[in-house]
C-alpha cells in the first residue's frame, strides 16, 4: 500500500471541510424554516403553518392584545393597532372606529386553534389566526366562537398590527 505525502494530506483535509461546510448550511437553513409547506390541504404554497412554539405564542398574544383593547373601547387604541391599509380602505377613524370592530362587551380571551404565516419580506412576516373567542364569564362556560384575524409583525420596529379576517384560507382549507 502506497504512503500518502504531504500533498495528498492537505487535499483530502480540503474536502473533508468543503464537506462539512456543506452539511453544516444545509442542516442550518432547515432548523431556521419556521414553518411548513406541506399541509395537504393548503391551498397556495405561499403560507406555511406556523410550528415554532414561541412564534405561535407570541403571535397569538399580539391577538389578545387586540381583543382586550376592543373590548375597553378605547378608540385611539383600536386605531394604533389597526393596519393602516384596512383603515384607509374602510374609511375608518375616530368618530366610526367603534361601529367598524367588533362588539366585544366584557372580558375576552382568545385561544389560536391554527396558523399560518407568510413573509412579505425580510422585515415583515403575516399571520393567519383561526381561533376561539372566549367570553370570561363567573360560574358558567363559554364553548367560545371562531375567530379570524391576521397579524403582521414588523420584525425592523418590532411592532405589530391587526386587520380583521374573514377565515377565508382556513374554510377553503376544510
Known sequence: ??????????LIGIFVL????VIFLVRGNHKNDQFVNNDDNQKSSKYGSVTVPSTFFTVQGCAEKYINTVSSKNKDNILILLNDKYKNKNSIN?????SVVDDL?????FKAKKMYQERINK????YY??????KNIFNEIDEGKDYYL????????YTFDVTPYDGKIFREAK
Not at 422585515?123 to 403575516?126: F, H, M, S, V
Open 1 to 10: 500500500m502506497k504512503k500518502l505525502d504531504k500533498k495528498e494530506y492537505i
Open 129 to 134: 389566526l383561526y381561533g376561539k373567542l372566549i
Open 150 to 157: 391576521i397579524v403582521d409583525i414588523y420584525n425592523d420596529s
Open 123 to 126: 422585515n415583515q412576516t403575516k
Open 105 to 109: 362587551e366584557g372580558t375576552y380571551s
Open 94 to 98: 375616530a368618530d366610526n372606529v367603534l
Open 18 to 21: 468543503i464537506v462539512a461546510l
